[in-house]
T-cell receptor, first 112, second 115 residues
Framework: SQQGEEDPQALSIQEGENATMNCSYKTSINNLQWYRQNSGRGLVHLILIRSNEREKHSGRLRVTLDTSKKSSSLLITASRAADTASYFCATAPYNQGGKLIFGQGTELSVKP | ETGVTQTPRHLVMGMTNKKSLKCEQHLGHNAMYWYKQSAKKPLELMFVYSLEERVENNSVPSRFSPECPNSSHLFLHLHTLQPEDSALYLC??????????????FGPGTRLTVT
């Protein structure tokens, strides 16, 4: 079964608007991480939230985690054209060593 | 720059060729990873090395052969590949591989095309 499924698959917004992406997963986790990927490049780590945390902030990014619903959300506030990228959630399943399982990602387009 | 470099950035090879992908990390990390990213599919974990020892082999065909001579270098040796192996191959490193507790730092990837 797929771990870390993002929703929506694609999102198009205007500069200045907020963007919200959601991630659902199926098994117990140690932590959940969000990554960003510009077209055809490597992934860049954004935020790691542990299973005992509910919310975390980093600059314009806000991540929430609800372990009872097995879901997480990434909010980007006051978006910029430079935020255009694919965003992936990755779960670190409990008792599976260092494995990270990535979802298919949300493709965000921010129009100037 | 993330501190993880990959060479070459682009590679075109025939099905009978043998080539190698190289990854180097300058972060002092103990764990290194190979991932495959195909179009419209999630990243697939291929191999995990911790302190130069392979700790994960995710049912990868034997035509992909990893090598980790030390904790800073990771290779992926390729031979007799198939066109469906065409993809972006990403290398990553993290402080440790235990419990997925750490963020991973990715290289820019090698875009591989098998003809």
């Amino acid at each position: 079964s797929q771990q870390g499924e993002e929703d929506p698959q694609a999102l198009s917004i205007q500069e200045g608007e907020n963007a919200t992406m959601n991630c659902s997963y199926k098994t117990s986790i140690n932590n959940l991480q969000w990554y960003r990927q510009n077209s055809g490049r490597g992934l860049v780590h954004l935020i790691l939230i542990r299973s005992n945390e509910r919310e975390k902030h980093s600059g314009r990014l806000r991540v929430t985690l609800d372990t009872s619903k097995k879901s997480s959300s990434l909010l980007i506030t006051a978006s910029r054209a430079a935020d255009t990228a694919s965003y992936f959630c990755a779960t670190a399943p409990y008792n599976q060593g260092g494995k990270l399982i990535f979802g298919q990602g949300t493709e965000l387009s921010v129009k100037p | 720059e993330t501190g993880v470099t990959q060479t070459p950035r682009h590679l075109v090879m025939g099905m009978t060729n043998k080539k190698s992908l190289k990854c180097e990390q300058h972060l002092g990390h103990n764990a290194m990873y190979w991932y495959k990213q195909s179009a419209k599919k999630p990243l697939e974990l291929m191999f995990v090395y911790s302190l130069e020892e392979r700790v994960e082999n995710n049912s990868v065909p034997s035509r992909f052969s990893p090598e980790c001579p030390n904790s800073s270098h990771l290779f992926l040796h390729l031979h007799t590949l198939q066109p469906e192996d065409s993809a972006l191959y990403l290398c990553a490193s993290s402080q440790d591989s235990a419990g997925g507790a750490y963020e991973q730092y990715f290289g820019p990837g090698t875009r591989l095309t098998v003809t």
